[in-house]
Each structure stands twice: as C-alpha cells, then as structure tokens.
C-alpha cells in the first residue's frame, strides 16, 4: 500500500507542482553555472547505490570547497538563489522522479552518500537497508535544520561523525521498528507542520517513544 501512495502522490505532486518547477529550472538555467539538476550518490533499499535527484544550489567547482561531506550554514559553495531553494526545500522537489522509479519513498530513512553512511553503526546499516529510503522521515523532520547544530561548532566534521550521526540512526532504526501506514501520514503531516513550525517539538508528541536528542544536540541548538 505505501507503494501505491508513493506513486499516486509523487505523481499528482509533479503535475501540481509542475508552473512552480518550470519557472524554478528556467532561473537555474539562467543564473549561477546554469546547472538545473544536482546528481548524488545515495544509498539506498538493499545498499544498492541509486543518483539522487536535486536542484542545482552549489557551484560545481570551489576553491573554497572543504572535506567531508556536510554543508554549513554559511557555506560559501551555496549560490544566492540555491540558498532560497534550500531554505524552503524547493531544491528537493526533483526527487519526486526518484519516487516514481522506486528509488525511494514519500517516507522512510533519508539517503546518506556511501562515505557518510559506512559510519553508521553496523546494526544501524542492516536496519536501515530493509526499507526504501525516503524523501522526508523521522530524521529529516528532527533535522529540519541541520546546519544550525553545526554553527559555532570548532569542529563541525567531528561533531557531525560522534554526535549527529548516532542520533540520526537511532531515529532512522526507530521509524524500520515502527514502519506503518499510519506512520507513513504522520510523517507526511509532521513534515509540512516543522516547515511551518520550526521550534516546534510535535514529533515527541505524536511519537512519545521517540528517541530523545542527546546533551550536545540540546545545547547546540
């Protein structure tokens, strides 16, 4: 059934959505390196790799370009108009053609690249694997924001790798445990709730099992 609504949502949202994306790839196309889609390695159901589909938002090749695999708040990579698409996640929305083909879902674990997901904890890997990743979930929506918890960090990398990572697969686990239908709308509702409501602590909530953000997330916020 999950399926089913994947393909009947993604389908009616590209056709929805289609005046607002148009206008969107023609200003890409026009501005920055005139780049409209940003192509990555993600893994996926199985761990089998799969390209995930975004809008372009970063210049392709930077000096300024660091190490590692995150991107900080102020991440000078981002073009002016990439910084409104992340923003307001516009800049995901061609991953909608990734959920027709079945490489993911409405709902389930974000995607990480092969790099950042290898240091996930082992048991963590086999549990996220047994589900088709998705386009929102427990930790997109717990990790609205991300680059806010790395602002100010002295060393964002390292705080990424011990502290983000294990919360992010301890909520991912949470979601393969619990994985429903019901679920699967709660995530889609909350979704849209934490864009309107970012402060907003509604997935404790609706979920009251759900793992709490560890010392160094609360204080970093």
Known sequence: MQRFFDVLFSGLAIVVLAPLMLPIMLILRLTGEGEIFYRQTRVGRGGEHFALLKFATMLKDSPNIGPGEITLKEDPRILPFGKFLRKTKLNELPQLINILKGDLSVVGPRPQVPNTFAQYPEAAKQDIGRVRPGLS?????????????????????????????????????????????????????????????????????????????????????
């Open 137 to 221: 979930g427990i930790g997109s929506i717990v990790f609205r924001d991300e680059e806010r918890y790395l602002d100010n960090q002295e060393d964002p990398h390292t705080f990424y790798r011990e502290t983000i990572i294990p919360y992010k697969a301890d909520l991912e686990r949470w979601y393969v445990r619990n994985q429903s239908l019901r679920v699967y709308f709660e995530v889609i509702l909350l979704t849209v709730w934490v864009i309107l409501f970012p402060s907003s602590r509604m997935p404790w909530r609706v979920w009251k099992d759900l793992p709490e953000p560890p010392e160094a997330l609360r204080s970093a916020s």
